[in-house]
């Protein structure tokens, strides 16, 4: 085991697109924890689009990472040294520990996870987060209902991959958009749409044509990972009264262009009488239980899939991070950090 | 009584701000209910804000008038000759005559009206279809609660003045927007808004500021009816799980321009949690009688209060259409047509 704590520090703020160049690699000395703390060590980090959102100093949910701070982020960890009376050497724990090879820990918001329950990785995606994040999403926020129709962007990522498996199972039908004719084909094949729409290289109106081809009952609710095209190639597809789950949107992270003006958005919201309701899944940890009363036993008997792109290495992370920024992952991003 | 029908027809669509030339006064013999109808003669016509949306082609959530036919509208009116058994000759009744001096109903979608309960005009204002909207946005859309900031944009207009009083009543502190210092001084002396903003002039930097003055904690609900700069100034005010109720944009019916780029707004809905969710009133007719229980008593004894502004003569409603459209009334708009 090393005796060196290495971490990615946010080096400066992006002007637009993130590049390798905003982080750093930085080493120092292992930490020793003080009495009630832990010492632990990554195995796992995960890699979100939320923290896209941390590396500007614009407004947002969260505070900033400060430039010259490490990354922040979740991570599944193995306790090495506890001084806290709640954790033992050995304990698999999920943790902020950052983008970091080690971390120390009080404790608090820190879980225990069961190696022998579910694969240590899920912690992090089907059923951490992400998978929370799908479920609140579909269930609370957008009301989705037997028999209505659900369109799901970014639908073979993190979050999407969960929200389309399960509509499917509640009977709605599922139009799944996804980038690249991989990501669809996968999509159909194995977590069940209905129908899976590439956007690769498809304008908005193109788009929204095989939108109302593929919903002849038009969209009722719209679980909206991604912004920027898509998102205005779906709404003119809402039928009346339609919901949309605005979870996030990455393809504006980064500066895409917008061709709807503010008229037209608000026009569409009024007219169609939708409901568009942003939310931010750190509202919501509470619902956690009944999310893992749901969805655990479907992922452990394998009704639920998922898949992982893992990097390999914690200097793997950044380039690792602007692939998925780029949607080049392919379901969950994770770091094999220990 | 005249033996001639008078009407104003829809001369022309218009381009972008409607004008005069796209209407049309013509005149009819006088129609002879059929078996099962009668002949009402108009009171009063009701002329409001989505009458604009019916004069376009574009894509709406009713049909538009078409070129030539009468424009829509609702009026109080006095039954003169009646062949229907629920009618009488003298009935005073709400009904969907039009632009127009006389008209035939089967009686569908007909109400009659006590004149010795209320004005007969509150039928088309404070008791009717802008009351409706008003009591339906605050309660069952924007989910208003006592103790909330509200901000309410047109806040003298039919529909705002009514939200305005209801919100004090249920304890909030009410801010209101609207064009003009009499109007802004009336909202605060008569209708009891905390404070009310003149927007008159005012760009959306420097009405946001005094937005975010007025309202110290923030903004919990917006009751929208305007769009254009006022929303865009309240927008980044709105608390994080804030609700906006979206009635209305008369200021881009005609081609406001708008700052706000999509990404800014997706973005501020989604960061902020918003809930935004459009509303048309004809959804919402079923609310109705629970809306007139709670509200009628209150206008009978004098707790809330209403403006109207009259137009005389049916010839006259074209200019008062187009003035509305702009502001240019104070409180509910009605012609005094017969």
Redo the contacts between chains.
Sequence with gaps: MTETLHRIVLASRPEHKPGLDNFRMEESALPEPAAGQFLARTLWLSLDPYMRGRMSAA???AKPVEVGATMEGACVAEVVTSRHPGFAAGDIVLAQLGWASHGISDGAGVRKIDPAAAPVTTALGVLGMPGLTAWVGLNDIAGARAGETIVVSAATGAVGSLVGQLARRKGMRVIGIAGGAEKCAYAVAELGYDICLDHHGADARRLGAQIAEAAPNGVDAYFENV?GTV??AVLPAMN??GRIA????IA?YSG?P??????A???A????????????IF?HWNRLPAFLAEVAPLVKDGSIRYRETVAEGLDAAPAAFLRLLEGGNFGKQLVRVG
Tied chains: 1, 2.
């Design positions: 407004r947002s949910y912004g998102l205005e009346t009264h605005l979870c996030g949107m504006w895409a917008a061709a709807l003006p503010a008229p958005i608000w026009g919201i009024l007219r169609q009488r939708l409901r568009v309701q942003g939310f931010i509202d």
